[in-house]
């Protein structure tokens, strides 16, 4: 129906801001799962070359451990850090827990699900992953 | 097409040429309107309308300043003025709001971009299509579900205590605006997603100690475009404006699915 | 299947692939970080059983977590039963490749068919 049908569409979806931290996390929850995917499959491909003998591991080892390697693989480490604690508030706002409960709802209407123990979890979230991601720089990059 | 200008504004601008007297700037905004009539024209088009606003002029009350002087083709739904009805829902500089529920003043912007709801068919400029979800409200059976009505046997009576009601009343608030359907990241791309309107008044009935209906509606919402496709991303809540906070009941909702509630 | 059936799979694989994966990460943490990715220390670890039971869990949870996110993206992006059910056992297809693959591997390291 295109104007018409009028749906936000991919952008709107994909669009971060406009809607606080929590629409942030939801968005950054769907790309770092994407991305773990992408390198989980890459993942599997490249340990399967221990079949093929040492020259073929090492050949492999060697492909990741360029600079480009481990600039990969630290991203890869601040989206698993990332994806895992976001997840973890995740499961438990899903079960009901940590959401609020309900009563009277008083003007200017502060929606209790958004409160400061998730943004806390998401900014969290986002800060232990930036620690995963520096220490892995250091491990790496031997700093 | 011939810019109008408003009779207020014509006003001070020929008071200002006989005593030269300054325009009070600050007190005129441009309504920047999207316009677009699915049966006449091919594409969406932006028309814009200076207005004089004071500090306690509504958008609504602004828009109706527009019809009334500038240009009455203009199509906008309201009916209240209150935020009760739930009708002059819009995207106001780029967010979902009612209308009538928001100053001028606190927008604090010269320019203010009046769009119809994301997520909504338009029926025309700033009115949309609401028929879905009325479809998705109704599918959730939005209504107390107990073979021991007063209705069918005449005796017998619901009793409820005040803790009883604190468990729905929040969600009973629910104006059926559609701001929630238009923020929702989900509804952007998935049109058989139910909604967080649908899925928060699906939680008003279950949370009911007078409903038996729980098992019914669980299993309506409990398919592949149903509850599940909500990800708790909070926008629906942000933009209720009478205080629901949607994703507060969905949350609490899927807690019965996966059994941390009964 | 129901969708919350689905669902709880989906909250289960990533309750237990944070676990397991943590274990596999301290692992490698326990020795020098370049030596713990030598051929021979590599094959080492595949080699003793209850690693290589670890790996093929590890495998087959995030397999599963992973291909029923890709699938919930998907479900999202586009409507319509052809392609909803394309999706989801294209999904499926995907997850039972990526298994059938990676614990072929894990099999045959263990069993020193190298």
């Known amino acids: 129906m295109g104007d018409n049908d009028n749906k936000e569409g991919f952008k709107g979806m994909a669009n971060p801001g406009r809607y606080g931290i929590e629409r942030v996390a939801y968005w950054l929850m769907r790309i770092t799962g994407l991305g773990l995917l992408a390198y989980f499959i890459a993942h599997i491909y490249e340990t399967s070359t221990i079949l093929d003998g040492p020259s073929a591991w090492n050949a492999m080892l060697e492909m990741t451990q360029t600079t480009e390697g481990h600039i990969f693989l630290t991203l890869v480490i601040g989206m698993c850090v990332f994806h895992t604690a976001n997840g973890i508030r995740l499961v438990f706002g899903h079960a009901g827990y940590g959401v609020g409960k309900p009563g009277r709802p008083d003007y200017p209407y502060p929606a209790k699900s958004l409160n400061m123990k998730g943004k806390a979890c998401i900014y969290a979230s986002i800060g232990i992953a930036a620690l995963a991601m520096w220490y892995g720089i250091a491990v790496m990059f031997g700093v | 097409m011939e810019q109008k200008i408003h009779p207020k504004i014509k006003e001070y601008q020929e008071k200002q040429e006989e005593s030269k007297v300054e325009v009070p700037k600050a007190n005129l905004v441009t309504l920047k309107i999207k316009k677009y009539n699915p049966n006449k024209d091919s594409s969406s088009s932006y028309q814009n309308y200076q207005v004089p606003v004071e500090k306690w002029t509504t958008v609504l009350d602004a828009l109706l300043d527009v019809k009334q002087n500038l240009d009455h083709s203009i199509g906008v739904r309201y009916s209240c003025r209150q935020a009760a009805c739930g009708s002059c829902g819009m995207k106001i500089n780029g967010k979902p709001k009612l209308a009538c529920f928001t100053k001028i003043s606190e927008l604090d912007s010269t320019e203010i971009t009046l769009e119809p709801m994301d997520n909504f068919p338009i029926t025309r400029d700033l009115v949309v299509d609401f028929s879905r979800l009325f479809a998705n409200h109704k599918k959730i059976m939005p209504y107390i579900m107990n073979n021991e009505s007063e209705i069918s046997n005449g005796t017998k009576e619901f009793l409820q205590d005040p803790k009883h009601v604190e468990e729905y009343i929040q969600f009973a608030g629910c104006i059926k605006c559609g701001l929630c359907n238009s923020a929702c990241p989900t509804m952007a791309m998935d049109s058989s997603f139910v909604g967080p309107q649908a899925l928060a008044q699906a939680y008003r009935y279950v949370a009911d100690n007078r409903d038996k209906g729980k098992d019914n509606r669980l299993k309506v919402i409990d398919e592949s475009h149903g509850i599940w496709r909500c990800h708790f991303a909070g926008s629906c809540s942000q933009v209720c404006p009478k205080g629901v906070d949607p994703a507060m009941g969905i949350q609490l909702l899927r807690g019965y699915l996966l059994g941390f509630r009964d | ?114």
Do not use: W
């Open chain 3, 1 to 114: 299947m129901r969708e919350s059936i689905v669902m709880k799979i989906h909250y289960g694989t990533a309750l237990g692939a944070v676990a397991l994966v943590a274990i596999h990460i301290l692992m490698r943490l326990t020795v020098d970080f370049h030596e713990s990715l030598t051929y021979d220390a590599v094959v080492a670890n595949y080699q003793m059983l209850g690693y290589a039971l670890l790996l093929e869990l590890i495998l087959i949870l995030i397999s599963v977590h992973g291909f029923n996110g890709l699938r919930v993206i998907l479900l999202e992006l586009r409507q319509g039963s052809g392609y909803e059910k394309g999706v989801t056992y294209g999904c499926i297809a995907g997850m039972v490749v990526l298994i059938a693959y990676g614990t072929r591997t894990i099999i045959m390291t263990n069993m020193g068919m190298i």
